[in-house]
């Protein structure tokens, strides 16, 4: 189970819970700009280049604050890097594990930087990059890792994501311009320094070659306790060292917080104390609007809840025994339309929601904190679900 990451400060709880639809998602614009304060000051202060992982978040609506601040987006593929491009702008890195024939020329057409995964498939498309002048770089795996739960550690001897990092020397850096990886997931500073140190002695030799490196994402740099002091100074130093741009890929963090998943009670079933438990049945499903809670899995935390009380098993309305989203404390016996809220939702949600049993996408709200503007920016309806089946 992944550990759920605390929310150290009271977001939201201005929100007028009964002016929103349900089931919501909500961005605190506020937030979001606060995050792209931080991000900003280390640019300023380190040159860095920060692009956001359109994989966490591609809520198009938002993106012309985050360009503002930021140097471009990190894609997946040719999608991302099309909405990358018209949408957002700036830098454009791509990588995927693999590339489709069928595709890559359009992905060349949209993309700055595209990082390949194997040295088959450089040797495949290196022509075609050096032709257009595309950036080539390649995914390394440093073979160090401190993330415990197996499915987000890229790392280890088996993983298919980039090249041994003891397998550098087979390749030939002559049309190689970058070098990326990404091997950290919701991590501090320390676990950054301590993969540095486990690649810096392969890169030495190769790093005069390199145009940038890419440290790719999993960078918690808009939690409280992240240790930016840190992170700034090792950028300053890194540039020094390598001469070349160093690049971050943050997803999770850039919209760390600013997002909440509203919903309501639709249903409560009183459990006997002992044996069956008290459930409730909500307009969330964590299957379709929430599928970390499941694939991660982790518990998300819900507003307000106090550390004892009824203990409630909240769970989704579709057909899935394991539509759960978890055990909750509730001073008092939920009822029938209250309201529910999950905190920390802007990330890996609205870019993995799906129709699961035809249950519609949750509504997509902006609220701006201080002056309490609140904007229904997206809803669904059976024309969604219509044009995907
Ligand atoms: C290659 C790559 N870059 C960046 C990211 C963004 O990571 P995060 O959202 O944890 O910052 C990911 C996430 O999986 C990734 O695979």
Redesign the pocket.
Known sequence: MLQTVKVNKKYFTKLDLSKVPSPCYVIDTNVLEDNLKIFNKLKTDTNVKILL?L??FSLKHLFPIISDALDGV?ASGLNEAKLGKKYFGGLIST?SPAFKSSEFSKIMKYSHHITFNSISQINKYKKLCIDKKIDIGIRINPLYSEVEVSKYNSSNLSSRLGIHINQLDKLDFNNITGIHF?SL??QNFDTLENTWNKIWPYLKNIVKNLKWINL????HITRSDYNLNKLTKFLLDLKTKTNCQIIL?????IVFQSGILVGEILDYIRGDNNKIPNIGITDISPVCHMPDVIEAPYRPLLMNEPTKGKKVILGGPSCLAGDIIGEYNFLNNPKIGDKIVFLDQA?YTLVKTNFFNGINHPEIVLWNSSNNDLKVIKSFDFKDFEKRN
């Not at 790719?216 to 960078?219: E, N, P, R, T």
């Not at 890929?249 to 963090?253: F, N």
């Open positions: 992982a994989k966490a990190c990588y990404h997931c919701e790719g994402g999993g960078h890929e943050p997803g999770e963090a990330h």
